[in-house]
């Protein structure tokens, strides 16, 4: 899977991919990931990447014509210039499987399903930094597949989500992490939160790890996990709770209890 990350600020991505699960899965060549400078997609004199908001306003928006350039470049795929904006691109990319991401506050939330969806149907991912203030909207209507939000709260440009999403897609890639199933125990992969996880010493501070997780007993440990699992959703997270498959049995076991 390969990442062409476009954005203004190129050095912001370093280092932020030589660590943890995302080196080592670049090391093994399962990943690729690359940082772009849109500057080198402007022909102006004054390497322009942004300009004044028609109607009026505060702040600069993300010019076009850089941006088409860029991802034209990265997908080795034409943008249509015609009046069906995009569909024809849109098809292409598809065939190919290519997404073209744009990272904004007005995308579809990114969520665990989202990222299955990208980590099992994209070759290449082209990730376009949004500016806080705005990108064309021409570059949402005909160049991009996905746009995309990491949560309703604002920054100030797309990067921060760029490294969220890479992280959040290369742990799903095949082979990305040690062991093949532990993508598939992660929290919100069932809808749920992870359950508490405690290590050695048994006993700190006066506080004694959950008894029965010291013993080897597996079906009751694995018992004792779902039924944690559950009431720190339904603690937390009431919204991911009300939606979780539970029999009325477990309904009841975990709603029984008023913590
Ligand atoms: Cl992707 N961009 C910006 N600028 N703000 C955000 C965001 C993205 N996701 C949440 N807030």
């Known amino acids: 899977m390969r990442f062409d990350i476009i954005t203004i600020f ?9 660590f943890g699960i995302v080196r080592r899965a670049r090391a093994a060549g399962l990943v690729e990931v690359a940082a772009h400078d849109l500057r080198a997609w ?3 004199k004054h390497r322009m990447v942004d300009d004044r908001p028609f109607g009026g306003g505060d702040g600069m928006v993300l010019k076009p014509e850089p941006l088409f350039a860029a991802v034209e470049a990265l997908t080795g795929e034409v943008a249509t210039d015609d009046a069906v904006a995009g569909e024809s691109f849109r098809r292409r990319l598809s065939e190919t499987r290519k997404r073209v991401v744009l ?3 007005q995308g579809r939330v990114l969520e665990q399903s989202l990222a299955q969806e990208l980590a099992s149907e994209a070759e290449q991912v082209v990730v376009i930094c949004g500016r806080y203030e705005g990108v064309d909207e021409r570059v949402a209507e005909a160049l991009v597949t996905d746009e995309v ?12 989500a760029a490294v969220v999403l890479v992280d959040a897609l290369v742990r799903l890639v095949p082979g990305a992490l040690g062991s093949e199933t532990s993508a598939q125990n992660d929290s919100f992969s069932e809808g749920l939160l992870d359950w508490p996880h405690y290590t ?3 006993e700190f501070r006066g506080m004694r790890v959950p008894e029965v997780l010291l013993g080897g007993n597996h079906a009751e440990i694995a018992g004792w996990r779902r039924r944690a ?7 937390q997270r009431p919204d991911l709770y009300a939606r979780a498959e539970l029999d009325a049995r477990e309904r009841n076991e975990i709603e029984e209890r008023e913590d």
């Open 229 to 235: 699992a559950l009431r720190k959703t339904r603690r």
């Open 200 to 202: 050695r010493p048994p």
């Open 103 to 105: 990272l904004s506050p």
């Open 149 to 160: 939000s990491i949560g309703d709260y604002v920054l100030s440009g797309g990067e921060p």
């Open 10 to 18: 190129p050095d912001f991505f370093q280092t932020v991919f030589d």
């Open 42 to 44: 402007t022909t102006d």
